[in-house]
């Protein structure tokens, strides 16, 4: 299927590893143009490297901390002067504390709000006026099933996950008459450091072994394993093309089934 965003340019959050460097490898075999931001300078320009071979383009890499305004104007205003108007966002960020309620402190809640949530409310309204003049853009949102399954040791991603299926839709019914569409992933166990995280808290917690964390994670997913990060990056690329634009306002799951709920 030609998904018909060639020379689209893309800005890929926090992508110098797992999810986020697979959407961005996924977006680059389309054609797009491709900027990407991590923390870490190294891990940054490594992966530049490599969706520059992989796609023969030349990619955009600035250091920014998705919590940080100022570094993402940074990162936005460096990727216009090199690329011209964003076409493309793919928001993203490592997860917030894993904790229960009462062991969570104020600091912890105001860091879960400034990566996970405000992050994609400040890229959002960086890219939107580009895309209302060009009468074309696509926003997509990664986030977790939590925002319709909520664990009780991720009580800040599942809070601050649900707000951002919210704004969401609300987004999306404010952008759609520019011919803007805003979607949210939502996505279940894949293989990333995120999950490598968890798996040593929750099996020291019970003590167990990682491999038999992992394969009881796997045995709670209808599908029997956990996703591999291209299979997210697919489900992206079809977001952001030309095909999927009559596809506003919704939080889709890729999970292997693992959401229980019909809606």
Wanted: glycine share 8%.
């Amino acid at each position: 299927m030609n998904l018909e965003i060639n020379y689209r340019v893309a800005m890929i959050a926090a992508a110098s590893k797992g999810l986020g460097k697979a959407c961005a490898m996924a977006l680059a075999s389309e054609g797009c143009r491709i900027s990407i931001c991590s923390r870490s300078a190294e891990e940054l320009e490594k992966a530049r490297g490599e969706i520059a071979s992989h796609s023969g383009w030349e990619v955009v890499s600035v250091v920014a901390d998705v919590s940080s305004a100022a570094d993402l104007n940074k990162w936005y205003q460096q990727t216009i002067a090199r690329f011209g108007q964003v076409d493309i966002l793919v928001t993203n960020t490592g997860g917030p504390p894993v904790s229960k309620f009462m062991n969570l402190t104020d600091e912890q809640w105001q860091r879960g709000v400034d990566s996970t949530l405000m992050n994609v409310v400040r890229l959002s309204r960086l890219v939107i006026p580009g895309m209302q003049q060009k009468k074309w853009g696509r926003i997509i949102h990664l986030t977790s099933f939590v925002a319709k399954q909520p664990l009780d040791d991720l009580t800040i991603s599942s809070t601050l996950r649900a707000g951002l299926s919210g704004l969401t839709k609300t987004m999306a019914n404010q952008v759609g008459p520019d011919n803007i569409t805003v979607n949210a992933v939502l996505m279940g166990h894949f293989k990333t450091d995120r999950q490598t995280q968890i798996a040593e808290l929750r099996a020291k917690e019970r003590g167990i072994s990682h491999e038999e964390y992992f394969a009881e994670v796997a045995a709670t997913v209808p599908l029997r394993r956990l996703g591999e990060p291209r299979e997210c990056a697919d489900l992206v690329a079809f977001l952001a093309s030309e095909r999927a634009g009559y596809l506003t306002g919704t939080s889709i799951q890729i999970d292997g089934g693992l959401t229980r709920g019909t809606m």
